[in-house]
């Protein structure tokens, strides 16, 4: 079992930045793929980015590349998303989510999000124009 808590979200203007944070605990964080959802209300929830339990590999929507990045610290069992050049497009409730499976070299794997073992609360992003 994995619990996963989100944080860092808040309003911003648009062109800004926010880092989001999800620590983990439970079982071992590092045996974990790793992603990023958001969901706006009445819409699907949609992946925004992914990493790979290695950190090797990492996966983003056409919509956030070049201005989102993931990454992960094993040692404090944290996955961030550092969110630049935020646009009011961007506005969603964030999710962190665990895979426990997944080919590491499989973007379209891990851009599903039923695959996905264990879920956030969510943490909630408003970008003002």
């Known amino acids: 079992q994995v619990q996963l808590v989100e944080s860092g979200g808040g309003l911003v203007q648009a062109g800004g930045s926010l880092r989001l944070s999800c620590a983990a605990s439970g079982r071992t964080f590092s045996s974990y793929h790793m992603g990023w959802f958001r969901q706006n209300p009445g819409k699907e929830r949609e992946s925004v980015a992914a990493?790979?339990?290695?950190?090797?590999?990492?996966y983003y929507a056409d919509s956030v590349k070049g201005r989102f990045t993931i990454s992960g610290d094993n040692a404090k069992n944290t996955v961030y998303l550092q969110m630049n050049s935020l646009k009011p497009e961007d506005t969603a409730i964030y999710y962190c989510?665990?895979?426990?499976?997944?080919?590491?070299?499989?973007?379209?794997?891990?851009?599903?999000?039923?695959?996905?073992?264990?879920w956030g609360q969510g943490t909630q992003v408003t970008v003002s124009s």
């Open positions: 989510a665990a895979a426990s499976q997944g080919d590491p070299n499989s973007g379209y794997y891990f851009a599903r999000k039923n695959n996905y073992d264990y």
């Open positions: 990493i790979t339990w290695s950190g090797t590999n990492t």
